[in-house]
């Protein structure tokens, strides 16, 4: 069964719930929300790729011993 995808389902849902506590519109200029949002998924996309190759990869080298 391939757990990648779980995993990826997961840390997304994770990492968006995680991202959005952050107010990147401060960063931003003022009344830009619709691109603090879209850089909130990008961040959490990216994040939650990493993470679940680094899961996933930890799975598969510990299968190994």
Not at 32 to 47: D, G, H, Q, V
């Amino acid at each position: 069964m391939n757990y990648k995808v779980y995993l990826y389902v997961i840390f997304t849902f994770l990492s968006i719930y995680s991202f959005s506590a952050l107010d990147f519109s401060k960063i931003l200029r003022p009344n830009k929300n619709i691109e603090a949002r879209i850089i909130i998924f990008i961040l959490s996309f990216a994040f939650s790729y990493l993470v679940s190759n680094f899961i996933y990869d930890f799975i598969e080298c510990s299968k190994l011993f």
